[in-house]
């Protein structure tokens, strides 16, 4: 059974004000958690695997995430019409920079301070709740999942979605590693990506704006 993504939105959100009103009444104070992985990270960090966490983390920033997005509506699209693409590309990235609007305006608003910065082995900045690199490469694999998903529901497709999926967490969990965020602060990215991608399945349903999704011969 298929969970309603106004249900998500709901669980999402309610989790991610609930974490945010918690990590606001702390003033900044790390949760226990926040320090055993901070500590457990700073104990099994060395110089290679660094090396390989920041490579991770650096397509969680930049252009990398908008290129996905346009890409993203491109692929959603690519049985319509020229016009039904560029449609598509240029929804998915508004959607993308809709929900980093949104994003920084709440760390702004939160002001939670980063870990200490002789913790860190990459550069960071302003400040560190909801983590950036976690919402933001989360909201982009959700984007090419609602892509890649739209070719049907084969084995290949699934496998597809999980490895996608699998490297938003990855990124996500450089941040901790690289001792940049704390782990509520990339827990709290997913929360947001979680509701801004169920609010968007919501409000904007693929059939309204997309060509249905081309069925294989002999297929129901």
Do not use: K
């Not at 949104?102 to 913790?119: K, N, T």
């Not at 984007?143 to 938003?168: D, K, N, P, Q, S």
């Not at 919501?202 to 249905?212: E, K, M, N, S, T």
């Amino acid at each position: 059974m298929r969970t309603p993504p106004a249900a998500v939105t709901v669980l999402c959100a309610g989790a991610f004000v609930l974490l945010a009103v918690l990590v606001t009444g702390r003033h900044g104070t790390p949760f226990p958690l926040d320090r055993d992985a901070l500590d457990w990270s700073l104990r099994h960090r060395p110089d290679r695997w660094a090396g390989v966490a920041r490579a991770v983390t650096d397509t969680g920033t930049g252009v990398f995430p908008y290129a996905c997005a346009v890409l993203a509506g491109l692929l959603a699209a690519r049985h319509g019409t020229r016009r039904q693409a560029l449609g598509a590309a240029a929804g998915a990235l508004a959607f993308l920079l809709a929900g980093q609007a949104l994003r920084y305006g709440v760390m702004s608003a939160l002001a939670r301070p980063r870990p200490p910065v002789a913790d860190w082995a990459t550069h960071a900045s302003a400040f560190s709740f909801p983590s950036g690199h976690a919402s933001t490469s989360a909201l982009m694999a959700g984007l090419l999942i609602w892509a890649v998903a739209r070719r049907g529901r084969t084995a290949a497709v699934y496998a597809l979605c999980a490895l996608i999926a699998c490297w938003a967490v990855a990124v996500g969990l450089t941040r901790i590693y690289l001792g940049v965020h704390w782990a509520t602060d990339v827990l709290g990215g997913w929360l947001f990506a979680g509701a801004w991608i169920g609010l968007g399945a919501v409000l904007i349903p693929a059939g309204r704006l997309l060509p249905p999704p081309r069925r294989r011969a002999g297929g129901r």
